[in-house]
Protein backbone atom coordinates (compact mmCIF):
# COMPACT_ATOMS: atom_id res chain seq x y z
CA UNK A 1 0.00 0.00 0.00
CA UNK A 2 1.30 3.51 -0.82
CA UNK A 3 1.31 5.19 2.73
CA UNK A 4 1.45 8.66 3.60
CA UNK A 5 2.78 9.52 7.09
CA UNK A 6 1.67 13.60 7.18
CA UNK A 7 2.33 15.68 10.45
CA UNK A 8 1.07 18.76 12.21
CA UNK A 9 4.08 21.44 13.20
CA UNK A 10 4.14 23.29 15.78
CA UNK A 11 3.39 21.11 19.37
CA UNK A 12 3.90 18.14 17.50
CA UNK A 13 6.78 17.59 15.24
CA UNK A 14 8.71 20.98 16.47
CA UNK A 15 9.88 21.06 20.56
CA UNK A 16 8.50 23.57 22.74
CA UNK A 17 11.28 26.35 21.31
CA UNK A 18 9.39 25.94 17.55
CA UNK A 19 12.64 23.82 16.36
CA UNK A 20 12.93 20.51 15.07
CA UNK A 21 15.21 18.38 17.13
CA UNK A 22 18.61 16.59 15.84
CA UNK A 23 16.92 13.69 16.91
CA UNK A 24 13.69 14.11 14.87
CA UNK A 25 15.49 15.19 11.63
CA UNK A 26 17.99 12.49 11.75
CA UNK A 27 15.02 10.07 11.98
CA UNK A 28 13.12 11.33 9.40
CA UNK A 29 15.81 11.63 6.54
CA UNK A 30 16.92 7.84 7.75
CA UNK A 31 13.08 6.83 7.16
CA UNK A 32 12.46 9.32 4.04
CA UNK A 33 15.98 7.53 2.45
CA UNK A 34 14.46 4.15 2.80
CA UNK A 35 11.41 4.78 1.24
CA UNK A 36 8.67 6.01 3.75
CA UNK A 37 6.67 8.99 2.91
CA UNK A 38 6.66 11.69 4.96
CA UNK A 39 4.95 14.80 4.72
CA UNK A 40 3.72 17.74 7.05
CA UNK A 41 0.20 19.63 7.79
CA UNK A 42 0.64 23.25 9.18
CA UNK A 43 -1.06 26.31 9.72
CA UNK A 44 2.32 28.18 8.66
CA UNK A 45 3.03 29.39 5.00
CA UNK A 46 5.62 27.91 2.43
CA UNK A 47 8.46 30.25 3.58
CA UNK A 48 8.26 29.65 7.06
CA UNK A 49 7.48 25.66 6.99
CA UNK A 50 10.49 24.87 4.68
CA UNK A 51 12.80 27.31 6.49
CA UNK A 52 12.11 25.07 9.56
CA UNK A 53 12.57 22.12 7.38
CA UNK A 54 14.86 22.60 5.50
CA UNK A 55 17.20 20.16 7.41
CA UNK A 56 14.94 17.41 6.42
CA UNK A 57 15.04 15.83 2.93
CA UNK A 58 10.84 16.86 2.29
CA UNK A 59 9.80 15.26 -1.20
CA UNK A 60 6.12 14.72 -0.52
CA UNK A 61 3.51 17.34 -1.32
CA UNK A 62 2.78 19.35 1.46
CA UNK A 63 -0.60 21.06 2.90
CA UNK A 64 0.04 24.72 4.46
CA UNK A 65 -2.05 27.67 6.21
CA UNK A 66 -4.75 25.22 7.25
CA UNK A 67 -5.38 23.50 3.61
CA UNK A 68 -5.61 26.96 1.78
CA UNK A 69 -2.49 25.99 -0.62
CA UNK A 70 -0.61 22.63 -1.75
CA UNK A 71 3.03 22.64 -2.54
CA UNK A 72 4.61 20.20 -4.78
CA UNK A 73 8.22 19.59 -4.11
CA UNK A 74 9.12 18.31 -6.66
CA UNK A 75 7.41 20.31 -9.19
CA UNK A 76 8.12 23.25 -6.55
CA UNK A 77 4.96 25.00 -7.12
CA UNK A 78 1.63 25.47 -5.40
CA UNK A 79 -1.16 22.95 -7.00
CA UNK A 80 -3.61 24.03 -5.14
CA UNK A 81 -4.86 27.47 -3.72
CA UNK A 82 -7.92 28.42 -2.26
CA UNK A 83 -9.02 32.16 -2.43
CA UNK A 84 -11.59 34.57 -0.56
CA UNK A 85 -14.52 35.70 -2.86
CA UNK A 86 -14.89 39.72 -3.17
CA UNK A 87 -17.86 39.42 -1.14
CA UNK A 88 -15.94 37.25 1.83
CA UNK A 89 -12.94 39.87 1.92
CA UNK A 90 -15.05 42.39 2.38
CA UNK A 91 -17.07 40.91 4.93
CA UNK A 92 -13.99 40.34 6.87
CA UNK A 93 -13.11 44.01 6.32
CA UNK A 94 -16.34 45.10 7.80
CA UNK A 95 -15.78 42.61 10.84
CA UNK A 96 -12.37 44.27 11.43
CA UNK A 97 -13.52 47.81 11.04
CA UNK A 98 -16.58 47.36 13.19
CA UNK A 99 -14.69 45.77 16.19
CA UNK A 100 -11.59 47.91 15.94
CA UNK A 101 -9.40 44.21 15.68
CA UNK A 102 -6.33 44.12 13.71
CA UNK A 103 -4.55 41.57 11.84
CA UNK A 104 -3.05 40.06 8.85
CA UNK A 105 -3.89 39.63 5.48
CA UNK A 106 -2.50 37.37 2.70
CA UNK A 107 -2.38 37.61 -0.60
CA UNK A 108 -0.63 36.07 -4.45
CA UNK A 109 0.51 38.94 -7.08
CA UNK A 110 2.60 37.27 -9.60
CA UNK A 111 2.41 34.13 -7.90
CA UNK A 112 4.21 35.57 -4.90
CA UNK A 113 2.63 35.75 -1.37
CA UNK A 114 2.65 39.26 0.19
CA UNK A 115 1.74 40.00 3.78
CA UNK A 116 -0.75 42.80 4.68
CA UNK A 117 -1.42 44.94 7.93
CA UNK A 118 -2.94 48.12 8.38
CA UNK A 119 -1.15 48.81 11.59
CA UNK A 120 0.71 46.47 14.50
CA UNK A 121 0.14 48.47 17.33
CA UNK A 122 -0.93 45.20 19.27
CA UNK A 123 2.42 44.00 20.71
CA UNK A 124 1.95 40.08 20.09
CA UNK A 125 1.24 40.78 16.31
CA UNK A 126 4.33 43.61 16.22
CA UNK A 127 6.18 40.63 17.59
CA UNK A 128 4.84 38.09 15.22
CA UNK A 129 5.92 40.30 12.07
CA UNK A 130 9.36 40.95 13.26
CA UNK A 131 10.67 37.43 14.05
CA UNK A 132 8.88 36.36 10.81
CA UNK A 133 10.73 39.18 8.84
CA UNK A 134 14.11 38.38 10.55
CA UNK A 135 14.08 34.56 10.82
CA UNK A 136 12.00 33.63 7.48
CA UNK A 137 12.67 36.70 5.08
CA UNK A 138 9.11 37.01 4.78
CA UNK A 139 7.79 40.24 2.64
CA UNK A 140 5.07 42.83 4.65
CA UNK A 141 3.29 45.69 3.30
CA UNK A 142 1.80 48.36 5.24
CA UNK A 143 -1.66 49.64 3.53
CA UNK A 144 -4.70 51.53 4.70
CA UNK A 145 -7.22 49.83 3.13
CA UNK A 146 -7.79 45.87 2.71
CA UNK A 147 -9.74 45.95 0.23
CA UNK A 148 -8.20 48.20 -2.33
CA UNK A 149 -4.89 45.84 -2.62
CA UNK A 150 -4.45 44.15 -5.72
CA UNK A 151 -4.25 40.51 -4.93
CA UNK A 152 -5.73 37.21 -4.91
CA UNK A 153 -6.74 36.92 -1.19
CA UNK A 154 -6.31 33.55 0.47
CA UNK A 155 -5.95 33.94 4.07
CA UNK A 156 -6.44 36.16 7.22
CA UNK A 157 -4.73 36.05 10.71
CA UNK A 158 -5.32 37.14 13.87
CA UNK A 159 -3.78 36.78 17.14
CA UNK A 160 -5.03 38.37 20.40
CA UNK A 161 -6.19 37.75 23.92
CA UNK A 162 -9.12 35.70 24.13
CA UNK A 163 -11.93 38.53 24.38
CA UNK A 164 -10.34 39.98 21.70
CA UNK A 165 -10.04 37.10 19.43
CA UNK A 166 -13.92 36.51 20.27
CA UNK A 167 -14.88 39.92 19.36
CA UNK A 168 -14.07 39.48 16.10
CA UNK A 169 -15.12 35.95 15.92
CA UNK A 170 -18.64 36.67 16.77
CA UNK A 171 -18.88 39.17 13.84
CA UNK A 172 -17.60 36.53 11.23
CA UNK A 173 -18.83 33.03 12.35
CA UNK A 174 -22.40 33.14 10.49
CA UNK A 175 -20.29 34.65 7.35
CA UNK A 176 -21.26 31.38 4.50
CA UNK A 177 -18.22 31.72 2.49
CA UNK A 178 -15.78 31.70 5.39
CA UNK A 179 -14.09 28.66 7.04
CA UNK A 180 -12.06 29.72 10.44
CA UNK A 181 -9.81 28.10 13.06
CA UNK A 182 -9.91 29.54 16.88
CA UNK A 183 -7.46 28.35 18.99
CA UNK A 184 -4.88 28.64 21.53
CA UNK A 185 -1.52 29.59 20.82
CA UNK A 186 1.01 26.87 22.04
CA UNK A 187 3.42 29.41 22.77
CA UNK A 188 1.91 31.61 25.26
CA UNK A 189 -0.50 31.41 28.16
CA UNK A 190 -2.89 34.43 26.70
CA UNK A 191 -2.93 34.53 23.46
CA UNK A 192 -5.28 32.66 20.68
CA UNK A 193 -5.55 32.43 16.83
CA UNK A 194 -8.14 33.16 14.51
CA UNK A 195 -7.56 32.57 11.04
CA UNK A 196 -9.90 32.97 8.07
CA UNK A 197 -9.92 31.48 4.96
CA UNK A 198 -11.96 29.96 2.07
CA UNK A 199 -14.78 27.58 2.91
CA UNK A 200 -13.19 24.98 0.49
CA UNK A 201 -9.89 25.06 2.45
CA UNK A 202 -9.30 22.57 5.04
CA UNK A 203 -6.66 20.70 6.47
CA UNK A 204 -9.23 17.86 5.69
CA UNK A 205 -9.59 18.95 2.15
CA UNK A 206 -6.09 19.08 1.60
CA UNK A 207 -5.17 15.58 3.11
CA UNK A 208 -8.13 14.32 0.34
CA UNK A 209 -6.71 16.53 -2.40
CA UNK A 210 -3.20 14.78 -1.35
CA UNK A 211 -4.83 11.25 -1.27
CA UNK A 212 -6.97 11.79 -4.71
CA UNK A 213 -3.85 13.35 -6.62
CA UNK A 214 -1.12 11.71 -5.79
CA UNK A 215 -2.27 7.94 -5.21
CA UNK A 216 -2.33 7.50 -1.87
CA UNK A 217 -4.19 4.18 -0.40
CA UNK A 218 -3.57 4.79 3.32
CA UNK A 219 -3.04 7.97 5.16
CA UNK A 220 -1.54 8.66 8.85
CA UNK A 221 -1.74 11.72 10.95
CA UNK A 222 -0.48 13.56 13.41
CA UNK A 223 -1.24 16.44 15.54
CA UNK A 224 -1.72 18.52 18.91
CA UNK A 225 -4.35 21.25 18.41
CA UNK A 226 -7.82 21.79 17.97
CA UNK A 227 -7.13 23.24 14.09
CA UNK A 228 -5.50 19.56 13.45
CA UNK A 229 -9.50 17.69 13.57
CA UNK A 230 -9.81 18.31 10.67
CA UNK A 231 -6.50 16.76 9.70
CA UNK A 232 -7.81 13.67 11.81
CA UNK A 233 -11.16 13.49 10.34
CA UNK A 234 -9.43 12.70 6.71
CA UNK A 235 -6.64 9.87 7.39
CA UNK A 236 -6.71 6.65 7.78
CA UNK A 237 -5.23 6.46 11.40
CA UNK A 238 -4.64 9.33 13.61
CA UNK A 239 -2.39 10.08 16.50
CA UNK A 240 -2.09 12.70 19.21
CA UNK A 241 1.23 13.32 20.91
CA UNK A 242 0.76 13.49 24.99
CA UNK A 243 0.85 17.36 25.04
CA UNK A 244 -2.29 17.43 22.81
CA UNK A 245 -5.44 18.74 23.41
CA UNK A 246 -8.38 16.66 25.15
CA UNK A 247 -10.53 17.35 21.97
CA UNK A 248 -7.91 15.87 19.86
CA UNK A 249 -6.92 13.14 22.03
CA UNK A 250 -10.80 11.89 21.73
CA UNK A 251 -10.69 11.66 18.27
CA UNK A 252 -7.19 9.79 17.87
CA UNK A 253 -6.62 6.58 16.97
CA UNK A 254 -4.00 6.27 19.82
CA UNK A 255 -1.73 8.60 22.29
CA UNK A 256 2.18 8.87 21.29
CA UNK A 257 5.02 10.47 22.80
CA UNK A 258 5.06 14.33 23.31
CA UNK A 259 6.70 16.94 21.11
CA UNK A 260 9.39 17.11 23.79
CA UNK A 261 10.12 13.84 23.66
CA UNK A 262 10.23 12.94 19.83
CA UNK A 263 7.21 11.40 19.95
CA UNK A 264 6.30 11.33 16.14
CA UNK A 265 9.78 10.70 14.90
CA UNK A 266 9.86 7.36 17.55
CA UNK A 267 6.43 6.38 16.44
CA UNK A 268 7.87 6.49 12.69
CA UNK A 269 10.89 4.76 13.73
CA UNK A 270 8.91 1.81 15.53
CA UNK A 271 6.68 1.40 12.57
CA UNK A 272 9.63 1.20 10.11
CA UNK A 273 10.82 -1.69 12.21
CA UNK A 274 8.18 -3.64 12.22
CA UNK A 275 6.73 -3.14 16.02
Known amino acids: MKTLYISDLDGTLLNNKAELSECTTKTLNQLIAGGMKFSIATARTGATALKLMKEVNLNQPLVLMNGVLVYDMEEERFVKKETLSNAARQSINKAILDTGQTGLMYGFSNDEMTTYYRHLDIKPLREFVEERKQKFNKKFIKTEDFVAV ?100 AKATAIIGANEEDGVAMWLRQVSQGH
Open 150 to 249: DAEIIYFCFLNTYENIKLIHNEIKNLKEIRFEMYKDFYSDDLWYLELFSLNASKYNGVMYLRKRYGYDRIIGFGDNLNDIPLFEACDEAYAVSNAKPELK
